[in-house]
């Protein structure tokens, strides 16, 4: 099962760079399902924090790249495509560490 978890976060990745220079249908919600997946497979409740730190950190700048020169077009299209990959799996993370302080 961990592996699921690891092919789905390299295969996320992976598309939400290419989606940054081809379109492909439907990509946002295999993107969605594929953040879902990482988000239950493999983010333990030890690296939960850091995650979700990482994660609003890419979220919030991930539009932000466009003011670079010859390639802010690109990485802001990267950024944008990671933040819809890794936005579910927050949310999935953030979901599991409330239910987890709830019990304690």
Same mark, same amino acid.
């Given at each position: *099962? ?6 789905? &976060? ?6 939400? $760079?290419? *989606? ?12 969605? $399902? ?11 409740? +030890? ?22 020169? +010859? ?13 819809? &990959? ?10 599991? +560490?409330?239910?987890? +302080?709830?019990?304690?």
């Amino acid at each position: *099962m961990a592996n699921v978890g690891k092919y789905a &976060f390299l295969a996320g990745v992976g598309l939400a $760079v290419i *989606m940054a220079f081809v379109s492909i249908p439907n990509a946002a919600l295999i993107l969605a $399902v594929l953040g879902l997946i990482v988000g239950f497979l493999n983010i333990t409740a +030890s690296e939960s924090q850091g995650f979700l730190i990482s994660a609003i950190a890419l979220m919030l700048t991930a539009a932000s790249l466009g003011a670079i020169p +010859s390639v802010g077009e690109w990485l802001t299209g990267i950024g944008v495509h990671l933040a819809a &990959f890794v936005a579910p799996a927050a949310l999935v993370v953030a979901l599991k +560490s409330l239910l987890q +302080s709830a019990k304690d």
